[in-house]
């Protein structure tokens, strides 16, 4: 009977670490989730707005649920929603985590393409379109990519190739730094 009850704790541990209810030591360190604040997400694509799509001034707030303060911190996941001195949503930029999955997913079931940016794949998913429209009247976009488990977002209102892949590398960029 002992050895019975030690072979089936034994292998609900192991099945318990394989759906990731037991972590290794590495996500032990994510119980609190990224310690960075809201505030930092928020600035993040900041630089990209006003150098790629020439967008200065745009006012950002958290658009999470639950605490809107900007000095919290991002914890498992924060949205930040950019508007215009109008209040139009230009854009949102995202930071979150879960554990990894095989390929980011949008309400389309397939990006419009994929971009590889320093070994890192980056979707790009085509998205409805926000007022005001990206430069030259070009179609948004939302960048998706993962990192050990930290999934980002930013959805844009496009432009050209440069401007996308700058988005790209700044949302993988962010990814890195802000990560828990």
């Known amino acids: 009977m002992r050895i019975r009850m030690s ?6 541990a192991l099945l318990a670490t394989g759906c990731g209810t037991l972590r290794a030591d590495k996500d032990v360190e ?3 989730g990224s310690t960075h604040t809201a505030q930092e997400l928020c600035e993040f694509p900041t630089r990209f707005f006003a150098t790629q799509l020439e967008l200065d001034n745009l006012r950002s707030e958290v658009l999470h649920a639950g605490s809107k303060d900007k000095s919290q911190a991002i914890g498992f996941t924060k949205v930040c929603g950019y508007f215009t001195a109008d209040s139009s949503h230009i854009g949102d930029i995202m930071l979150g985590y879960s554990a990894p999955a095989s390929a980011p997913t949008t309400s ?19 998205r409805p379109v926000l007022s005001p429209a990206g430069p030259s009247g070009s179609a948004p ?3 998706v990519a993962e990192i050990d488990g930290w999934e980002g977002r930013f959805y844009f209102p496009g432009g050209d190739e440069p401007a996308i892949q700058a988005a790209a590398r700044m949302l993988l960029d962010m990814i890195k730094s802000l990560r828990g």
């Open 7 to 12: 072979a089936t704790v034994a292998m609900l």
């Open 30 to 32: 994510l119980s609190s």
């Open 141 to 143: 976009v939302e960048l």
């Open 108 to 126: 389309q079931s397939l990006p419009n393409r994929t971009l590889t940016i320093d070994g890192v794949t980056v979707f790009e998913f085509p």
